[in-house]
């Protein structure tokens, strides 16, 4: 005989969310009920990442409503006791496989009409809980070694454009694209590698929300040749060295430093001197003579 106990254990694993999306949608039989398909508890981009992997869908609807993501699952406790949101995309089938016909001959579907296969999206606004749903089937074999796919830039795609980028290095759309279709190609990067206009727009878009810094080039020159900063016995005396404000470099523990530009104002002026590593030991040289030299040379330039 079963102790009070065990029975109580038992009503509350009734009360868990099973593999459908809800408890009404069990009992109706009008229709098939959603059937839970993947889970993650890694976040939206774990999410984003699982979406390239099914065939072309559209959000057709996306809204806030009350969390019924199964948390006592990870045994989650809070969140399993507490009301909070989850937000709620619902996906329309867009494949060109399924939607294109025609379909199998055994199949008393028209080839026009649409495929009712859907997707429910389930996004825990309180943690990284993310729950995918999946409701009817596809009208077309999605396994099919011949089943279009999408070519589009990915999120992460998108990350490395955007870090080349703002690297500062110089680049342009065609090598970025080169790289990504190689990267896709080796296993490096997940695809399929996207179109050629596709990265031209992106970049053309992000470099013009991102204007170039004119000051780049002068900052990174006046910090690889400042004077205190080179080994002056090793140099040759045609080496090009730069006279200007710094200040200590950004990174921790670090004792050198960087140039400190100014932008031309009175209380921060632009000052930089650029000259040769020979003009400078001249000058200290003529500075370091005796002062009788300097007035015999005063005499000389008064006769």
């Known amino acids: 005989m079963a102790s009070s106990e065990d029975e109580s254990y038992s009503d509350v694993q009734g009360l868990r969310l099973s593999d459908s999306d809800s408890v009404d949608e069990q009992d109706r039989g009008s229709r098939p009920r959603w059937t839970k398909v993947w889970r993650t508890t890694a976040g939206i981009d774990a999410l984003d990442s699982y979406r390239q992997s099914l065939p072309t869908h559209s959000i057709a609807k996306s809204d806030p409503t009350s969390c019924t993501i199964d948390h006592l699952f990870d045994k989650d406790y809070p969140l399993a006791t507490a009301i909070h949101l989850m937000r709620v995309q619902l996906s329309k089938c867009r494949s060109r496989r399924c939607n294109s016909g025609p379909h199998d001959d ?66 342009t759309a065609a090598r970025l694209f080169a790289v990504i279709c190689s990267m896709v190609h080796e296993g490096d990067m997940s695809g399929p590698p996207p179109k050629d206009q596709q990265v031209v727009d992106f970049v053309k878009n992000w470099r013009r929300k991102n204007p170039k810094n004119s000051m ?37 523990g670090s004792t050198a430093v960087v140039s400190r530009l100014g932008d031309g104002s009175e209380a921060y002026p632009f000052r930089v001197g650029m000259t040769c590593l020979r003009q400078i030991r001249e000058y200290v040289d003529i500075q370091n003579r005796s002062d009788t030299w300097h007035e015999e040379q005063r005499g000389r330039f008064r006769r």
Do not use: W
Request: proline share 6%; with cysteine.
């Open 216 to 252: 780049a080039p002068m900052i990174a020159i006046c910090d690889g040749h400042i004077y205190d900063q080179q080994n002056l016995a090793a140099l040759a005396d045609t080496t090009m060295v730069i006279l200007c404000d710094t200040q200590p470099a950004a990174q921790p």
């Open 106 to 171: 055994d199949s008393d579907i028209g080839d026009n009409v649409a495929c009712p296969c859907r997707y429910k999206f389930k996004i825990c606004l309180s943690s990284g809980t993310c729950e995918v749903f999946q409701h009817n089937d596809h009208l077309a074999d999605i396994d099919g070694s011949s089943s279009p796919v999408e070519q589009k830039l990915t999120p992460v795609m998108k990350e490395y454009i955007v870090e080349q980028l703002s690297s500062g290095i110089k680049t």
